[in-house]
């Protein structure tokens, strides 16, 4: 099979997710090397799975490299051109499922030595430290203006070679402050595909003593970075393009 964007968007969003939601449950599922390593490390290894999938996304053909439709749906804004939504969205939200279920069949003896239903869900799917919807649904939305123009200031003209050699570390050191800033309310999804995906493989996957999904907050994680991803876009296109 040869490489294609589709191709890259799809298995870069799938190891963004493994080794994302690999992380969390390293740290919350009972008795794995990492447990209680706490958010610094959460974070941390998110910041690289970023990284990461950016890099595994170009080799497999997607020089975008984008493993989030809220950057897909905002780089569209900026650009006023669409082409690209349906089939990266597919790609990612293909690869958001992937990655989810690897990391169930990973941690495969630890879902049954974890009692907490809320610990599982939190491997494949973001929650709230406080529920209120409204402040949720902003803090998404705030967190994902952030990471749109922050990406745009590592793509920036003005970097040069800078931005092409080490612009996949860069998008990882602006997750990670992101993360580290502003992750403590939400979990920081930013990404609809990190969230609807994941959930969705833990309704389906067979998870010894699950609880529910809690769907009735999937929203935030998908309204809210869609929301800031048409803010950072538009943001993009009158004032840096």
């Given at each position: 099979m040869?490489?294609?964007p589709?191709?890259g968007e799809?298995?870069?969003?799938?190891?963004l997710l493994l080794?994302g939601n690999?992380?969390?449950?390293?740290?919350v599922?009972?008795?794995t090397k990492g447990?209680?390593?706490g958010?610094?490390?959460?974070?941390?290894?998110?910041a690289?799975a970023v990284?990461?999938?950016?890099?595994?996304?170009?080799a497999?053909?997607?020089?975008d490299?984008?493993l989030?439709?809220?950057v897909t749906?905002?780089f569209?804004?900026?650009t006023?051109?669409?082409?690209?939504?349906?089939?990266?969205i597919?790609?990612?939200?293909?690869?958001?499922?992937?990655g989810a279920?690897?990391?169930?069949?990973?941690?495969?003896?630890?879902?049954?030595?974890?009692p907490d239903?809320?610990?599982?869900l939190a491997?494949?799917a973001?929650g709230?430290?406080?529920?209120?919807?409204?402040?949720?649904?902003l803090s998404?939305t705030?967190?994902?203006i952030?990471l749109i123009?922050?990406?745009a200031?590592?793509?920036?003209?003005?970097l040069?070679?800078?931005?092409?050699g080490?612009?996949?570390?860069?998008?990882g050191?602006l997750?990670?402050?992101?993360?580290?800033?502003?992750g403590?309310t939400?979990g920081?999804a930013i990404n609809p595909?990190?969230d609807l995906s994941?959930?969705?493989?833990y309704?389906?996957l067979?998870?010894?003593?699950?609880?529910?999904s809690?769907w009735?907050?999937?929203?935030?994680?998908?309204?809210?970075?869609l929301a800031?991803?048409?803010?950072?876009?538009?943001l993009i296109?009158?004032?840096t393009l």
């Amino acid at each position: 099979m040869q490489t294609s964007p589709f191709l890259g968007e799809l298995i870069g969003t799938a190891v963004l997710l493994l080794l994302g939601n690999g992380v969390v449950a390293n740290v919350v599922l009972k008795q794995t090397k990492g447990e209680s390593a706490g958010w610094i490390v959460i974070t941390a290894g998110w910041a690289f799975a970023v990284t990461m999938g950016v890099f595994v996304a170009k080799a497999f053909g997607s020089t975008d490299a984008h493993l989030n439709p809220a950057v897909t749906v905002a780089f569209a804004v900026a650009t006023n051109d669409y082409t690209h939504v349906v089939p990266y969205i597919l790609a990612q939200l293909i690869g958001g499922f992937l990655g989810a279920t690897l990391v169930w069949l990973h941690y495969y003896p630890h879902w049954a030595a974890t009692p907490d239903p809320a610990s599982k869900l939190a491997c494949f799917a973001t929650g709230p430290a406080i529920r209120n919807p409204g402040a949720n649904f902003l803090s998404e939305t705030l967190a994902t203006i952030v990471l749109i123009v922050g990406l745009a200031g590592i793509s920036s003209k003005n970097l040069g070679e800078l931005a092409i050699g080490v612009g996949p570390y860069l998008v990882g050191i602006l997750v990670w402050s992101i993360g580290l800033s502003l992750g403590g309310t939400t979990g920081y999804a930013i990404n609809p595909a990190r969230d609807l995906s994941p959930r969705l493989a833990y309704t389906i996957l067979p998870i010894p003593q699950k609880g529910n999904s809690d769907w009735g907050y999937a929203w935030v994680p998908v309204l809210g970075p869609l929301a800031g991803a048409v803010i950072g876009g538009l943001l993009i296109r009158f004032f840096t393009l």
